[in-house]
């Protein structure tokens, strides 16, 4: 599967984005899904995922209750809604899908088989 992020930018403290993440040549359904996200001279760190059928939601305690992670299986495109932004959230944002109905490790970046190439969102203070 390939898979395309969009939607990251420039904004101010406070303010929202929604990063969707486009993906193309496989069966959309049959994917558990993943954001993940690095800063400057950070490692990647999981930010939110969803499995297959988007029931099942997994978000790192950093984000919970300013990020909703969603997706549109009949559209082949997961969401990322960021609320309420802070600088801290600077960061390139990664989509990731793993081929799996079983969704055991939903934070580890090792577990994901399929990355996008990033978008980046920068928080201004």
């Known amino acids: 599967v390939q898979l395309q992020a969009c939607g990251g930018g420039l904004v101010q403290a406070g303010g929202s984005l929604r990063l969707s993440c486009a993906a193309s040549?496989?069966?959309?359904?049959?994917?558990?899904m993943g954001w993940f996200r690095q800063a400057p001279g950070k490692e990647r760190e999981f930010v939110a995922a969803?499995?297959?059928?988007?029931?099942?939601?997994y978000y790192a305690d950093s984000v919970k209750g300013r990020f909703t992670i969603s997706r549109d299986n009949p559209k082949n495109t997961m969401y990322l809604q960021i609320n309420i932004l802070k600088p801290e959230d600077t960061a390139v944002y990664y989509c990731?899908?793993?081929?799996?109905?079983?969704?055991?490790?939903?934070?580890?970046?090792?577990?994901?088989?399929?990355w996008g190439q990033g978008t980046l969102v920068t928080v201004s203070s």
């Open positions: 040549g496989r069966s959309f359904s049959d994917f558990a």
């Open positions: 990731a899908a793993e081929q799996t109905y079983r969704f055991y490790s939903p934070t580890t970046p090792r577990t994901y088989n399929y």
């Open positions: 969803i499995n297959w059928s988007g029931a099942g939601t």
